[in-house]
């Protein structure tokens, strides 16, 4: 009986937000363009032309390689953080001693900025795809650690009882409690590295690769071709919106959907 | 549908559960004994409804974690279907339902009973089947994939007890299980527990602190004395169902009471 009052409600928010956001694209656009006619391109060029160049670059294929060349590198290094953040993180949630002896080097890590890994890795591998990859790695694993051991933290003890008078085994226990309880802390923590993952991978590109949105990012720069740094900056916030919006939250809904704050 | 995991035959098959002089301690966090169960013996025969009665701190929770073979007792034997808990037991054999309906927020309710059936081989088809058939049982049919948020306190009993039964246990151990909930909707469980227990004529051990409860439920009341957890008194129950609000009952839970009365000055009741 709530459906029917419900819906129209729902439809008639979610348009008015639709309306309100392109309002405040159309007011950004507006007062970009208002303040590119009283500068030079080079300083600021209007929308127009770094539209034309999006086009440019994308029909020369440039745009798309390095996007995903960029997109790639950010992948490689979040697996890597996956695959050794979860193991690591459950470890240290599950052995108090390790925890508390490691406990130090996830703050510290955390404050080590992206700029001094890209050096780093500089330094060890070069101008390669090895750097990129490294500092997303070294980036995103103190976050997924950190919120995998909170998640380990945060497992009801009344349901491990409940495996126990079950018999469940030990592997049965971790795969149908322990999972499900911490996946929630374990997908926050990956949404958040992934975010942080792509930014720092452009700190890394500008400083130590041959390829990539952020070595096309300087080279542009270098050029003073500012049109194309325009155009750069939009086409990766466009590819972080659409993989945030069109992959991430609607995984969350569904992953999570028997919680009771998410609406479906 | 029959049980069909094979079993040894128990050496005294009147018997589902027995206690042998048992006494429990626990260690304290400063490392002093905490005496829990003192010399604890009596025995739930095969069939019946047996209510363990006594205030918080008589070791009621403790006792049942011992028939769950989760704890051993320091001295004496617990023997599940004749098997002591030490030994090999089938644990198939026992459903267990706690205070809390302790219900996975992740799972609907037919895969939250359907967990119980996931320690074996059970294929996952069967398992749903079953699962959904003793969410029936309990009236729940319609609610298979509702999620444990979206369910009332009653209903979520009622999964719960779905769950402890959809083993089709010999052995059914309940931990004051309706304590959480409302004084009717706790009535309804008690009728729906009887009617079960009617058509499966398996065992139950019911802990309670509330005398009506015991009365009402039991073929047998043990009621223990406070810390350290004793057996009081062994009664038997002989009166028809149903009993709430029958003169004979309300008579059994006054002489209770008055009995609890005398024997501890911190039982709420």
């Known amino acids: ?264 | 549908m029959t049980q069909t995991a094979p079993h040894a035959p128990p050496s005294d098959p009147r018997q589902a559960l027995a206690f042998r002089h048992v006494s429990k301690h626990f260690l304290r966090g400063d490392g002093s004994s905490l005496e829990v169960l003192r010399d604890v013996g009596f025995d739930v025969p095969a069939g019946s409804v047996v209510s363990i009665l006594g205030p918080s701190g008589s070791g009621k929770s403790t006792l049942l974690n011992m028939a769950a073979g989760l704890l051993l007792p320091d001295d004496g034997r617990v023997l599940v279907l004749g098997h002591e808990t030490s030994g090999t037991v089938d644990w198939s054999r026992l459903g267990y339902m706690f205070q809390d309906d302790r219900l996975l927020p992740w799972r609907t309710a037919v895969d939250n009973v359907g967990l119980a059936l996931e320690t074996g081989s059970m294929g996952k088809r069967e398992r749903r089947e079953r699962a959904q058939a003793q969410l029936a049982v309990v009236g729940l049919g319609e609610f298979g994939s509702s999620y444990p948020h979206q369910l009332s306190g009653g209903m979520r009993s009622r999964v719960a007890l779905a769950r402890s039964l959809v083993t089709e246990p010999d052995i059914l151990l309940m931990d004051e299980p309706f304590s959480r909930l409302d004084a009717q909707t706790r009535t309804t469980m008690h009728t729906e527990l009887l009617r079960i227990h009617r058509e499966r004529g398996m065992s139950i051990v019911f802990v309670t602190h509330d005398v009506e409860e015991a009365v009402i439920l039991a073929d047998r009341i043990v009621m223990f004395s406070p810390r350290p957890g004793r057996v009081h008194t062994e009664l038997s129950v002989d009166l028809a169902h149903p009993r709430l609000g029958t003169p004979e009952a309300l008579t059994l839970v006054a002489e209770l009471r008055a009995a609890i009365a005398g024997m501890s000055a911190d039982w709420v009741i």
């Open chain 1, 1 to 264: 009986m709530r459906a029917p009052t419900e819906a129209p409600k729902k439809t008639a928010g979610s348009a008015s937000l639709a309306l309100r956001r392109s309002a405040l694209l159309v007011l950004l656009i507006a007062a970009w363009w208002a303040a590119s006619l009283f500068s030079p391109p080079y300083v600021l060029p209007s929308p127009v032309r770094v539209m034309q160049r999006l086009v440019t670059l994308a029909e020369s294929g440039d745009l798309f390689y390095n996007l995903f060349t960029t997109l790639w590198r950010v992948l490689a290094g979040f697996a890597v953080a996956v695959a050794i953040g979860v193991p690591g993180g459950i470890l240290l949630g599950s052995n108090r001693t390790l925890g508390a002896f490691f406990e130090p080097v996830l703050p510290v890590m955390n404050t080590v900025s992206s700029a001094i890994w890209a050096i780093f890795a500089i330094i060890w591998f070069g101008l390669s795809p090895l750097t990129p990859i490294f500092v997303v790695l070294m980036t995103a694993l103190p976050l997924i650690i950190t919120n995998v051991w909170q998640g380990t933290q945060a497992v009801n003890a009344d349901f491990v009882e409940l495996a126990q008078t079950l018999r469940f085994s030990r592997l049965k226990t971790l795969v149908k409690i322990y999972v499900p309880s911490i996946l929630p802390y374990f997908f926050s923590g990956a949404r958040l590295a992934f975010g942080f993952g792509w930014r720092v991978s452009l700190v890394a590109e500008t400083l130590g690769a041959s390829s990539g949105v952020g070595y096309r990012l300087r080279q542009a720069s270098d050029l003073i071709q500012t049109d194309q740094v325009f155009a750069w900056t939009i086409a990766q916030i466009a590819m972080m919106v659409v993989i945030e919006m069109g992959l991430l939250a609607p995984l969350e809904r569904h992953l999570f959907r028997w919680r009771r704050d998410v609406r479906t």
